[in-house]
């Protein structure tokens, strides 16, 4: 058996892989669906493993006035509001 023939049938092949494929569908269905509705980015590391991420989160950048600290020698930076993040 070469990889070509576990790709063509993964059911035949690998029947219990083939279950947790489709459970892991079926359990992230509904949540995957919601992440994709509101623009974010659905990531599959592995079987039974999603990381969602808003890509609102690429727009941002450190703060350049406090190094992404959030704070400078006279407290709270005025120019991220604390959050060492800023808009590029
Ligand atoms: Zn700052």
Do not use: K
Not at 27 to 51: K, M
């Amino acid at each position: 058996m070469n990889a070509t023939n576990t790709d063509l049938r993964p059911a035949i092949v690998n029947p219990l892989r083939h279950l947790l494929e489709l459970l892991d569908r079926r359990a992230f269905a509904e949540l995957d669906r919601r992440a994709r509705a509101q623009g974010w980015q659905v990531i599959r590391p592995s079987l039974l493993t999603r990381v969602y991420r808003n890509r609102n989160f690429d727009s941002l950048s450190p703060c350049a006035a406090c190094a992404g600290e959030g704070v400078t020698v006279r407290g709270a930076c005025r120019t991220c509001v604390g959050s060492g993040r800023v808009r590029s």
